[in-house]
């Protein structure tokens, strides 16, 4: 029973070897998605900056554009 006994602790504890090396490669890919969806978040907020700056810049330029046409500056 003794044999038995060291082989089923042998064997939990290299199941829980594992398990432990599954948790930390599951919570490290926790924090890899989490840091992409900071780094997406802060994309869309710099791409919505500079669209609306070029759409700012878009509307001077119609702007220009219509005042050069009718003659004003």
Do not use: C, P, W
Request: aromatic share 2%; no cysteine.
């Amino acid at each position: 029973m003794d044999g038995a006994s060291n082989t089923d602790r042998a064997q939990l504890a290299e199941l829980s070897t594992s398990a432990k090396a599954y948790l930390v490669t599951l919570e490290t890919m926790r924090a890899l998605v989490e840091q992409l969806h900071t780094e997406r978040d802060q994309a869309r907020a710099e791409l919505e900056e500079t669209r609306t700056m070029l759409e700012r810049l878009l509307r001077r330029e119609r702007i220009r554009r219509f005042r050069a046409k009718r003659g004003r500056a």
